[in-house]
Every structure is written in C-alpha cells, then in structure tokens.
C-alpha cells in the first residue's frame, strides 16, 4: 500500500475554483506515495477527517500568507492572500506537529510554516531585500536558477548531501525572521533562507525553491520527495 499524501489545493479567486500543478501529484506518485487533494475549507472537522486519511501532507504553492499570520500590517506591495488556506493550513500544520506526522513544504508551504510558527516574511523582495540574485526565474521552471549552500548536519544533508547545489526559483516572498522553532538548513548566495526543518520532529522540511517542477530531471529533487514518503511509511 502506497502512503496517502494530502495535498492542499490552490485557489484560482477570478474562476473561484480549485485547482493543482500536476507536478506536485506526479512528484508524489513516482517517489512511491498516493497523492490526494485535500477538501478546500475552513470547515474543522472536515479537514481533520479527511487528515486521519493521510500519512503525511504536502503544503504546496500559491497566495502570499496573509501578513496578519505573522503579526504584521499589510503592505501595498503584498499580493494577495487566500483566508481559507491560511485557516485550513494553521489547522493542518497543528496537527501534523501534535501527531508527529511528516510533512513537507514548497514555495509559500516554506513561508506559511515559519510565519506560523513565530517568525516573519519580507512582503516583497525587490522592495525589501537588495540583491541581483534571481529569485522570480521565467520558464522553463526545471532548471537552476542560483545556487543554494546546504548547512552540515542538518536533514537536507542527509538527502542531498552537504554543500552548494543549483535550484530553481520562483517566488517574491521569502523567510525575514526565522521562526524560535525551526533550523535553517540551507541558505542562498544572497543570505535568504532556502531550507527549513521544524525541531524535534521526525520529518518537518520546508524548501523555498519547486522540486515539483524539476522532479524529471534533477535527481536531489525527487530525492527529497522520496524522503518524505518513505517517512511516510
């Protein structure tokens, strides 16, 4: 039996529909798990039933995190939030931590677990962060697009070893202050947080850059999402 991955959907407003980047499923399915999107609600106990399905999720892409998340106003330059994802993955991220369930976040999943927990995030970095580095690449999206220093002794070394390695990027947003909770594991040659891990839990890893769209070609992407399913197990 494959392990049942949850995967949070993204949310197209103007189609008002749900929606998902077959990468993430495909990731999933060829590192060996079952990839199952979750229900698009705020609704508690909904979420919680379709959770004890899972055995472990997948927080994806998509909105900025809401600025209030992480005790900050608005800026004009934010992008727009989603409620009902930050509502649904404030509910998903605190059971995973209390039943010790691995998961697994890209992109904003990165954002959204270190602003939960404690920390913050820059609203932009083009208006809040100098540096040339290139971290809104144009496509195709399965190439490097700066490189990433993984830090000795952390889980991300474990998987893909210490040291530099090139990744693609695609995001405005990123990792201010780093949560009390979490360990950086990986920095970009800019000094920006790339990896994250949740302390003392058994698989909690958090990646800025999208090993969903680099999965075919990249063997240190799949080999991260092999990781997280084979903790899955």
Not at 76 to 92: F, Q, V
Not at 174 to 183: F, H, R, T, W
Not at 204 to 213: M, R, T
Request: a negative charge; aromatic letters at 10%.
């Amino acid at each position: 039996m494959r392990p049942v991955i949850g995967i949070i959907p993204l949310y197209d407003d103007e189609k008002e529909s749900i929606w998902m980047l077959p990468g993430y499923m495909k990731a999933v399915e060829m590192a060996g798990g079952l990839p199952v999107i979750l229900p698009f609600t705020e609704d508690e106990h909904e979420l919680l039933q379709a959770y004890s399905l899972c055995d472990g999720i997948l927080f994806t892409g998509g909105h900025d995190v809401a600025p209030e998340v992480y005790n900050q106003q608005e800026k004009s330059y934010c992008g727009k939030s989603c409620k009902t994802r930050d509502i649904m993955e404030s509910i998903m991220l605190d059971e995973c931590l209390k039943d010790d369930k691995p998961f697994l976040g890209i992109c904003r999943g990165i954002q959204f677990i270190n602003a939960y927990l404690g920390g913050s995030l820059y609203q932009d970095l083009p208006k809040e962060y100098d540096s040339k580095v290139e971290h809104h690449m144009e496509p195709p999206y399965d190439r490097g697009a700066h490189k990433v220093e993984v830090l000795d002794g952390t889980m991300l070394a474990d998987i893909i070893g210490t040291g530099i390695h090139s990744v693609n990027s695609y995001h405005h947003q990123a990792i201010k202050e780093l949560s009390p909770k979490v360990d950086a594991m990986a920095y970009s040659e800019d000094g920006l947080v790339e990896a994250i891990s949740v302390k003392n839990h058994r698989f909690a890893i958090g990646v800025q850059w999208h090993p969903e769209f680099s999965y075919e070609n990249n063997e240190e992407s799949l080999k991260l999402v092999r990781a997280f399913i084979k903790e899955c197990e």
